[in-house]
């Protein structure tokens, strides 16, 4: 079952039986200048972070740290991929990963070429 979590411009679509996860980001057009060094988006990044690292996900990287793109939702919104440091299913099988991603692509309205 699919755990959604909606912040002021990010929303996140987690999976806590194989710790998969996808966070669905604010368009960069979209972004307001609160004054100062921040932004509306820098603000609600660093809380939405926050609250996920305290529920026990974090941001998927690459192996050059980089954050990993999963693609772009069907209103135009970049999606990174989160991953739950502790799964209720340590090892799930082939079919149900295959499953949860299907069903986080879904919900999150992920295009797909």
């Known amino acids: 079952m ?11 679509h987690l999976d806590p039986m ?3 996860g996808l966070l ?4 960069v057009a979209d972004d307001i200048d609160l004054g100062g060094m ?6 609600d990044w660093d809380h939405v972070i926050g609250d996920l690292s305290r ?4 941001p998927s990287e690459d192996d050059d740290g980089d954050l990993v793109h999963i693609g772009t939702t069907a209103d135009g919104r970049p999606v990174i991929g989160l991953y739950g440091r502790q799964p209720v299913t340590s090892l799930p099988s082939v079919d149900q990963a295959a499953e949860a991603w299907r069903d986080l692509l879904a919900v999150a309205q992920v295009v797909t070429e």
Request: net charge neutral; aromatic share 8%.
């Open 2 to 12: 699919i755990e959604t979590l909606t912040y002021a411009s990010h929303t996140a």
């Open 18 to 20: 194989t710790g998969e």
């Open 24 to 27: 669905v980001l604010p368009r």
């Open 38 to 43: 921040v932004s509306l988006h820098a603000a």
């Open 55 to 58: 529920r026990g996900w974090q």
